[in-house]
């Protein structure tokens, strides 16, 4: 029964997720901070653009830390890679015009919304906000329809 | 912001990045089974994720006046509008395109999937087209 759920077993990705929320939580005991991701992307333009929309407060505050803690993700991921992932990098066979149209599509939505999987799924839901549990149904409904429509008409991966 | 401060959020970015690597979510195949429904191990890390998140943003500021590097726990009100749900819909359709979303494409460069670098320059340019829509 479970197996049909999880073919792949279930164990890592409750540790995965554990270790997710013991970081947010980390950040949040030292620093008070609520740290979402997709904010960095727009805080980190306040370092090139002139547009005053990137020159906000709250950009100019938070663009640090949250480079650091964009910083911190990769050193996470490489970590892993050069202990429980054996020193074997991961890799994907999804097509380069995916991940490009999808990241362009995903960075733009996420900063419309005002967050991504991490700030609404993760910060937003663990404080118990209900714009973020609309927002979190909202995109787990428009992502599974273009995952399962693009697979359907045979684009593979 | 101190260096102390800077090095807490670090290390805990580096928690975050350890997990979404451990849970193969810098892998967009794998995100993408979830959502074609083939493996639901996602909502393990997302469940798992949250639940630790929920006690600590409620328990630890009943039990601290302020975190141990700073002056306020920040409560970060999400305010409600359309642009929740028309930007996480369009968010939605760019996940379920390439199967990453921004905390996979840090965490997954750094584990060495070079990839998701067309994932990770395409956020910044949707999040600068954002910035010059808003703009107009």
Known sequence: MLEQFFPNGMLHYLAGGLLIGAGVSFIFLMTGLVSGTSTFFSSAWSYFSTLPFFRQKSFLESRQWRLAFALGLALGGFAFLLTLGNGQAASTGVQWWRLLAGGALAGFGARMAGGCTSGHGICGLSSLQWPSLAAVITFLATAIITAQVVQSIGVLP | ?136
């Open chain 2, 1 to 136: 912001m101190n260096t102390l401060r800077l090095l807490a959020v670090l290390a805990g970015g580096a928690l975050f990045g350890f997990g979404l690597a451990w849970s193969t979510m810098i892998q967009p195949e794998v995100v993408l089974g979830f959502l074609q429904f083939d493996d639901f191990g996602l909502l393990l890390v997302l469940g798992g994720a949250v639940l630790v998140t929920l006690c600590a943003y409620l328990l630890i500021p009943k039990l601290m006046n302020k975190p141990l590097l700073g002056k306020e726990f920040h409560k970060h009100p999400n305010t409600f509008s359309k642009n929740t749900i028309v930007g996480s819909a369009l968010f939605g359709v760019g996940w379920g395109l390439a199967g990453v979303c921004p905390g996979p494409v840090f965490a997954g460069i750094g584990a060495g999937n070079w990839m998701l670098l067309i994932s990770g320059a395409a956020m910044f340019l949707g999040a600068y087209a954002h910035g010059r829509y808003v703009s107009r």
